[in-house]
């Protein structure tokens, strides 16, 4: 897909998919992965959240939402972070819940 990023390498000297030119590493796919994070409470650091979802992959970005201008409270956080993680494993799924900085949170993708 056009739409896909070129994120790590492996030890083997080949031709990068990308490009086609030799490289000295092996260039492989890994596309990154946007996550939900429900109702986490406010006191949880971005620190906290990359920190727990580091076993599952490399956490390229956490971002908090807030209400839009249209709403009764505009600014106001939500309580849900996006998550853009490259997972270690293209097939791993993470539960349904996880636990971050002591608060359990539902996750979805």
């Given at each position: 897909s056009r739409h896909r990023k070129l994120y790590g390498t492996t030890r083997e000297s080949t031709f990068c998919r990308s490009t086609g030119q030799p490289t000295r590493y092996r260039s492989f796919w890994r596309i990154a992965q946007g996550q939900r994070l429900l109702e986490l409470?406010?006191?949880v650091t971005e620190h906290q959240v990359k920190a727990a979802l580091?076993?599952?992959g490399e956490v390229l970005s956490v971002t908090e939402t807030v209400y839009g201008e249209d709403s009764k409270?505009?600014?106001?956080k939500t309580g849900?972070?996006?998550v853009k993680i490259i997972l270690n494993t293209p097939t791993l799924q993470t539960g349904?819940?996880?636990t971050v900085g002591g608060e359990r949170t539902t996750?979805?993708?």
């Amino acid at each position: 897909s056009r739409h896909r990023k070129l994120y790590g390498t492996t030890r083997e000297s080949t031709f990068c998919r990308s490009t086609g030119q030799p490289t000295r590493y092996r260039s492989f796919w890994r596309i990154a992965q946007g996550q939900r994070l429900l109702e986490l409470p406010p006191y949880v650091t971005e620190h906290q959240v990359k920190a727990a979802l580091a076993e599952f992959g490399e956490v390229l970005s956490v971002t908090e939402t807030v209400y839009g201008e249209d709403s009764k409270v505009p600014g106001v956080k939500t309580g849900i972070r996006l998550v853009k993680i490259i997972l270690n494993t293209p097939t791993l799924q993470t539960g349904p819940t996880i636990t971050v900085g002591g608060e359990r949170t539902t996750i979805t993708y």
